[in-house]
C-alpha cells in the first residue's frame, strides 16, 4: 500500500433521471479531485437512484416478507420503478462508459452504484469501478434486504478485491455491511480499505423523533458497527450514504475511518457534500503489525460453525 487521497461524495440522486444524475458524479467529481483526491465513492444507485423500496401500495409494501413494521412512513407516496427499466449491462453499458469517461477527464478512480442486467436475464445490484485507463471491475450485492429487494435483484456470490494502484480494495453494499465475515474475508484476502456505498438512514427510521435529533441518531447507528468493521480488521471504512433532499430523507453521514477505528473525514450535511482523508500506509502498516494484529492470532479450526446454515436453539 501507498499513501492515497479517497473522497466519499454524497448527493440526491433525480429519479430515473441517469443523465442528470450522472452530471451530478461529473461535477462532484471534478470538486474532488481539484481538492486533491485520487479515488472518489460515490452511493449506492447513484446513477438511476434508488426508489424500489416505493414500488406498489403502502400496504403490499409493509406487507413484504421480511419488512421491519414501522419502517415505511404513512405519507410515502414516491412512485417506484421496475430496476429492470433502469438496468443496464455492464461495462459495455452507457453509464459505465460515461463513468470511465469522468474518471479519465479527471484522472481518477471513480465509482458508483447501478442497475446491473446481465446476460441470464436477471437485474444484479451493483457497483462499478472505473479508471483513467477503463474500466476496473464491479461488485454486485450479496446480501439483498428480505422483501422487496430480494425479490427484484438477483445476489452476487463473491468478494473480489480491486486493485487501485495505490492500495487494494474491497465493496460492500449496505445491507452487506451487517455481516462481519465478509468483512473479515476481505481483510484476510489482502484488502486495506472496504468501501462501503448505502442508501440507509432516513428520516423514516426515526420519525417519532424531533428533526434537529434524527441526523445525530443515524450517525450514532452509522458508528455502532462501522467502528467495529474497521478496527476488528484493522481496514479503512470509506462509508458514502445518500444525501437526504428526497422522499426518504437519507441522512449522509458519509465518512471514511482508519483501522483503529478513529472518523479522519466526515461530510457534516445531510445534503450535497464532499470528504477527502489520506488514507495512510504507515497507519496502516503499524495497526496492523504492533497495535491489534488480530488477523495472525486466529484460530480458524475452531471456526467451522461459521458456515452452518441451520440456526441452533438451545
Not at 229 to 234: E, K, L
Not at 288 to 298: K, M, N
Request: glycine residues 8%; hydrophobic residues 40%.
Amino acid at each position: 500500500m501507498r499513501d492515497v487521497q479517497i473522497a466519499v461524495a454524497q448527493f440526491t440522486p433525480k429519479q430515473v433521471d441517469k443523465e442528470a444524475n450522472l452530471a451530478r458524479i461529473a461535477d462532484l467529481t471534478a470538486r474532488a479531485a481539484s481538492a486533491g483526491a485520487e479515488i472518489v465513492c460515490f452511493q449506492e444507485q447513484a446513477v438511476a437512484g434508488y426508489n424500489l423500496w416505493s414500488l406498489g401500495s403502502r400496504h403490499e409494501r409493509e406487507g413484504a416478507p421480511g419488512a421491519e413494521a414501522g419502517r415505511f412512513p404513512p405519507d410515502w407516496h414516491q412512485p417506484g420503478v421496475h430496476p429492470y427499466e433502469v438496468a443496464e449491462p455492464v461495462p459495455e453499458g452507457a453509464s459505465t462508459q460515461r463513468l470511465i469517461e469522468i474518471a479519465r477527464r479527471h484522472n481518477v478512480i471513480a465509482m458508483a452504484g447501478l442497475a446491473e442486467l446481465r446476460r441470464d436475464n436477471a437485474v444484479y445490484n451493483t457497483y462499478v469501478i472505473a479508471s483513467p485507463s477503463g474500466f476496473i471491475g464491479k461488485y454486485s450485492k450479496c446480501h439483498c434486504v428480505p422483501g422487496l429487494e430480494y425479490a427484484y435483484f438477483k445476489q452476487g456470490n463473491a468478494f473480489p478485491i480491486f486493485d487501485l494502484g495505490k492500495i487494494r480494495a474491497g465493496v460492500l453494499i449496505c445491507y452487506d455491511n451487517h455481516f462481519p465475515e465478509a468483512h473479515r474475508i476481505y481483510a484476510i484476502r489482502g484488502a486495506e480499505a472496504i468501501i462501503m456505498p448505502h442508501v440507509a438512514v432516513g428520516c423514516s427510521w426515526w420519525r417519532d423523533l424531533p428533526p434537529e435529533q434524527v441526523h445525530q441518531q443515524a450517525r450514532n447507528w452509522v458508528l455502532t458497527w462501522l467502528r467495529a468493521r474497521a478496527f476488528d480488521n484493522a481496514a479503512f471504512a470509506v462509508f458514502v450514504n445518500q444525501a437526504g433532499e428526497d422522499k426518504e430523507g437519507c441522512q449522509g453521514c458519509s465518512m471514511i475511518l482508519n483501522p483503529d477505528g478513529d472518523i479522519i473525514a466526515e461530510c457534516a450535511s445531510t445534503g450535497e457534500d464532499i470528504a477527502i482523508a489520506q488514507l495512510s500506509a504507515k497507519k496502516c502498516y503499524d495497526v496492523r503489525r504492533r497495535t491489534h494484529d488480530y488477523l495472525a492470532h486466529r484460530r480458524p479450526e475452531l471456526y467451522g460453525d461459521l458456515t452452518r446454515t441451520d440456526i441452533g436453539e438451545a
